[in-house]
């Protein structure tokens, strides 16, 4: 496994991270099986592992935290969010600097470690980057509890306003095959000096056509979840048939040599929870995306978010 820069921080990250989300957290999940991923990824060379103290009904860093006990941490990238909670039934932001103070402190307490890699504020507003927010990022920094800190956000305002901070190190935000667009702006944060994490990498698989490949309880989550919010995503995906008859590699690999090919990625970040996907996925970090279908996924991509 390769690793990259994390832009202007110390860190360097396994340039394919592990997304602890979603049905990987959730109970109805074998625990088992949720904590073997975690140990098949750690054999394999990965070191960034990705959870947020909201994700899976607040189940995800509890869980990340078993998995990793009794493991060496020491050379591992643990990033996790803040800003974001579960509670009672709902999700509720609250990026108030005690807030976030507090966030901090019971993640290390689930996830079973006394500094945080990488602190994110998860899908803040424009609103809540204010100084008493960044002064007490930066005295969490200075405790030792937080080595770097960014934003995860899909909303191009919100990226554009945080790529301008100068204490801010990392940005996370959607970037795959279904989102060429955000070329431009990672290439801006890399010469800002920010680390680039490519959340969604796959795209959910709505380039392979995940959402009508129902095996099981979890893929009828997927499904359900895509179907409900991602429907234009599942139904761009459609015209990315094209990757599944590339020679030697799958759709899921292309599409993952795809945001690894992009100058300014240090990592992708992604999540499942089957081992053979995993160990298909990893195979991605080796693989270079011929250069006709970059040029048809760049075609394909910037079309449409030009369509208006």
């Not at 202007?8 to 625990?31: H, I, K, N, Q, Y």
């Not at 009904?57 to 579960?86: N, W």
């Not at 359900?224 to 048939?241: F, K, S, T």
């Amino acid at each position: 496994m390769k690793h990259r820069p994390l832009g202007r921080t110390d860190l360097s990250v396994s340039e394919l991270g592990f997304g602890c989300a979603s049905w990987w957290g959730m109970r109805a999940f074998d625990e088992t099986e949720a904590l073997g991923l975690v140990h098949q990824a750690l054999d394999a060379g990965v070191t960034l592992f990705d959870t947020g103290a909201s994700y899976s009904r607040g189940e995800a860093e509890p869980r990340l935290g078993r998995a990793l006990k009794g493991r060496d941490t020491s050379r591992l990238q643990i990033a996790t969010k803040a800003g974001t909670r579960f509670e009672g039934g709902h999700i509720r932001r609250d990026f108030s600097a005690p807030a976030i103070r507090a966030s901090v402190e019971a993640s290390l307490g689930r996830l079973g470690l006394d500094r945080l890699d990488i602190l994110q504020l998860h899908g803040p507003g424009l609103e809540d980057l204010t100084d008493l927010l960044r002064a007490e990022l930066a005295q969490l920094r200075q405790r030792g509890l937080i080595r770097a800190w960014g934003i995860n956000s899909f909303d191009t305002p919100v990226l554009e306003a945080a790529m301008g901070l100068e204490d801010l190190d990392v940005l996370m935000l959607d970037f795959n095959v279904l989102r060429p667009n955000r070329i431009d702006l990672i290439t801006r944060a890399r010469a800002a000096g920010k680390g680039v994490l490519a959340g969604m990498p796959l795209a959910m698989g709505h380039m392979a056509g995940q959402v009508t490949r129902i095996r099981g309880l979890r893929d009828l989550w997927y499904a359900a979840r895509a179907l409900r919010h991602h429907r234009r995503d599942v139904a761009l995906g459609a015209r990315y048939g094209f990757l599944g008859s590339i020679e030697g590699m799958s759709a899921h690999q292309a599409a993952l040599a795809f945001v690894l090919g992009t100058d300014g990625v240090s990592a992708a970040v992604m999540g499942t929870t089957r081992p053979s996907h995993l160990a298909q996925n990893l195979t991605a970090c080796d693989l270079i995306l011929p250069e006709a279908v970059r040029t048809q996924i760049l075609t394909t991509g910037l079309a449409e978010h030009q369509t208006p």
